[in-house]
């Protein structure tokens, strides 16, 4: 009994189907059925019995034969979709020692435990990681990165990153500023783990797929769009924000419309017999055009590591800038336009004296910064601060940790639209 | 000739009649149109004419007859609205030696500037700074605080608070918390100055005058609803954010509706006979009740100033922290449900260990943070963090300053509802 297979669990009064997905006790399994609940089912208290073997559910549709669940076929007329894993919910299940949930799938398990991507593709999985993204770190995103690189070498169509949700935008920023893709790279994640009915992993993974498999060569956010099950976003990486903190809608391009919508049903019907799903996916802007067939990815993994984010809140310690001192670059998260109390601006101008890029943001999130209006944001330009547009505050550091890597002029480039992260110049007043 | 004066000015072709507006220079004269916009006229290439002294425009509707600015007369059928100043757009003008905006503006200015407040209260004016709100800090938190207290005790009916909009949600969290108020308080500002025909300060000045005297006792941060000029929203103040840098509608209650809507053309109607306009106003949700005429305000404006809001991103230097030591609380911007990099644990439960109260909240903004779900989460309880529920990461800052001064248990008080920062809980998953 392996996960994948489809099982009959016979409790004494209940019994029921579905198929067996990864378990970290022996003593437990889980049980996806087939209405789409997950069960946890006490060994000692149930029979088991194997229907039917899971191979064939994580293939590309055609038989496995073998009945080994890690024999994937490979199917001519299906594209090649990469799945690499970093941990997070989407790759995880639930740990029943502790009640709470766990980093602990690898790819090939993903796929286990979503049967709804079988027949869409021809799999690859990978995994750069298992963690939960609170602990992500740059270094990771560089071998995340490469990874990709690696994928589109070997021949992926499309590639979906699964990884947690909590620092998201964070890591699908930097493939943004790293990777020059000629195909699609689609994060997606889960807010509620596969064991809740509400989970939301079985959507957002098909939806990604399907919106790898599409034609475009976008680095994209793939989740929700709404509270129900109709509909994912497609948000570009650099624009996008996890804006709360367990809605499975909480993914939002931050300050417009995102940069296109899936249907799920029009994808998942499409999709499944290894058709392409572009009819189901509405573009609000013009997506990135796909590179040519066998294209290979850019690759531009540097990073400054020395840049820190900041945020300026009334009353607080001016000691908290202290450790600025010497930093290659610094990001302020400013006020309204992009404002500091007066007396931090001679602290902002000692530090660009000594060359250290600051870039403005603003904690409204939305909206251009703009320091022409008032005069604490003159003030903050004669020391030398750059404006980073409507360049969201997190984007904005990664940009500054790539830009003062890859470019030889980052002050510059921060004013700079490089991967979508700054929207075209409008009046700051309208 | 004084602000507030009806004028006409020949320019040769043009010749405008409009309200005089105070103006920094004798050089140049700014001069509001029937139509609404404001211009800037030289003093040297124009010819002004008083048509009317402005008096009559700022009493209580009544005729002022002396004809001095300054004289405001008392009539006995209107409520008594204070108007108190701190600065900030919506109390400056245009400066025309730097081309940008500054604060200086007094109430009494305001009210000449605005000629559509005329008769709709008695108004009392008063300046408790004249700063954009980026300078503001917690003394002048505790200062207004006390102003409003005296303007209660001195028989306002409501109290209008102008304020810039950089900081208004931390001053207006910080009164929600010092004062226990009979009457509203209501802060409104502007996003766009007088001299800018999309300027929102007269119709956010009149729809805070009718929300302060209107029928409840709430703190209120009252601006646009929309981007047209056809309401205005009612925020509870510790529920308030600017999300957008220069949207006239950037303020939003985070995660639900606002408490109420006041439709302008109905208020503006309404009140202007000095009636109450509560008929214009839409509650969401019922706001705390007015209390007894002549009833005083209760106060208690002590700060624990040594207090720090941080916001955890991938890659930080974990020595941003160095300086925390020894603070008496610390609010934590964290990921998603609230989280930091495993690595950043060991320096909380330091913290913790040491007598510093450690809260934490999310930079999702929206949504309660809970710790119990995942491993990092649970270990941060462990480390003896206390979870701010669904309270914002600036008013959870603000929150922590005055329940370390107030309360005898701040981590307890961080966890409930003190004045409505905190929203009754609700499963995290739903
Ligand atoms: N805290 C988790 C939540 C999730 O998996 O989505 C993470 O970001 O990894
Ligand atoms: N920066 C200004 C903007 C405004 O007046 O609204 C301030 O907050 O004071």
């Given at each position: 009994m392996q996960p994948g297979d489809r099982v009959r669990v016979d409790r004494g009064d209940v019994t029921n189907e579905g198929v067996l997905l990864p378990s970290t006790t022996h003593d437990h399994l889980v049980v996806k059925l087939d209405g789409g609940y997950n069960v946890g089912v006490d060994r000692a208290e149930a029979d088991v019995e194997v229907l039917e073997s899971g191979a064939r559910d994580v293939d590309g549709g055609a038989d496995a034969g073998g009945g080994e669940a890690s024999e994937i076929t490979f199917d001519e007329d299906l594209p090649t979709i990469s799945l690499i894993s970093t941990g997070g919910t989407i790759a995880s299940t639930v740990?029943?020692?502790?009640?709470?949930?766990?980093?602990?799938?690898?790819?090939?398990?993903?796929?286990?435990?979503?049967?709804?991507?079988?027949?869409?593709?021809?799999?690859?999985?990978?995994?750069?990681?298992?963690?939960?993204?609170?602990?992500?770190?740059?270094?990771?995103?560089r071998e995340l990165a490469e990874a990709v690189e690696d994928e589109i070498a070997a021949g992926a169509d499309g590639v979906v990153v699964m990884h947690g949700t909590d620092t998201m935008q964070y890591s699908a920023s930097a493939l943004s500023f790293m990777l020059d893709s000629p195909v699609p790279v689609v994060f997606t994640g889960s807010q509620r783990s596969a064991d809740r009915p509400s989970s939301d992993n079985v959507m957002n993974a098909v939806c990604a797929v399907e919106a790898a498999k599409a034609d475009h060569a976008e680095t994209l956010v793939c989740m929700h769009a709404t509270q129900s099950d109709d509909a994912c976003a497609l948000h570009r990486g650099t624009r996008v924000r996890k804006n709360h903190t367990s809605r499975r809608d909480a993914f939002e391009t931050v300050g417009g419309a995102p940069l296109g919508i899936v249907d799920y049903e029009a994808a998942a019907e499409a999709g499944a017999d290894g058709d392409a799903a572009d009819a189901a996916i509405e573009w609000n802007?013009?997506?990135?055009?796909?590179?040519?067939?066998?294209?290979?990815?850019?690759?531009?993994?540097?990073?400054?590591?020395?840049?820190?984010?900041?945020?300026?809140?009334?009353?607080?310690?001016?000691?908290?800038?202290?450790?600025?001192?010497?930093?290659?670059?610094?990001?302020?998260?400013?006020t309204g336009l992009g404002h500091v109390h007066t007396d931090l601006i001679p602290r902002i101008e000692a530090l660009v004296a000594d060359g250290t890029v600051v870039a403005m943001t603003s904690q409204c999130l939305a909206g251009r910064v703009c320091d022409r209006v008032y005069d604490t944001g003159r003030d903050l330009l004669d020391a030398g601060v750059v404006e980073a547009g409507d360049t969201l505050p997190g984007t904005a550091k990664v940009k500054l940790m790539w830009a003062l890597a890859n470019t030889g002029d980052a002050a510059d480039a921060m004013g700079r639209d490089l991967a979508g992260e700054l929207t075209a110049e409008s009046q700051p007043w309208r």
């Open positions: 740990d029943y020692r502790t009640g709470a949930v766990t980093a602990q799938f690898d790819a090939e398990d993903v796929l286990r435990a979503v049967p709804d991507l079988a027949g869409r593709a021809n799999y690859r999985g990978r995994v750069v990681a298992n963690i939960l993204s609170e602990n992500m770190e740059p270094a990771i995103w802007r013009e997506p990135l055009p796909r590179g040519e067939a066998g294209a290979d990815a850019d690759l531009a993994t540097d990073l400054e590591s020395d840049v820190e984010l900041v945020k300026f809140t009334p009353g607080m310690d001016p000691a908290a800038w202290d450790y600025l001192d010497g930093k290659a670059g610094v990001v302020i998260e400013g």
